[in-house]
């Protein structure tokens, strides 16, 4: 487990031994684990945003068309 992105917003937790990453959402306590394709995917948007572009908003603009409708609310046990 590896913390690869980590803003107000969001972070990014990748789990390479299951070639998948979690979503987190913070504000909105939800979370997403994506593998396989989808985690490719997630991937390749994030690496096609232009290196001067890639920042703050525009990973987490990202994230958000990622997690709408799809992430989970994180239960607290």
């Known amino acids: 487990m590896n913390v690869v992105y980590n803003s107000e917003n969001y972070a990014i937790v990748a789990y390479p031994v299951q070639q998948g990453f979690e979503l987190v959402d913070k504000l909105g ?11 490719l995917g997630l991937r390749e948007a994030i690496d096609s945003i232009p290196y ?3 920042d703050q908003e525009s990973i987490d ?8 409708g799809a992430a989970r609310p994180i239960a607290y046990h």
């Open 61 to 68: 603009s990202l994230l958000d068309e990622y997690c709408i």
């Open 29 to 39: 306590s939800r979370s997403l684990f994506v593998h396989g394709s989808v985690a």
């Open 52 to 54: 001067a572009d890639r």
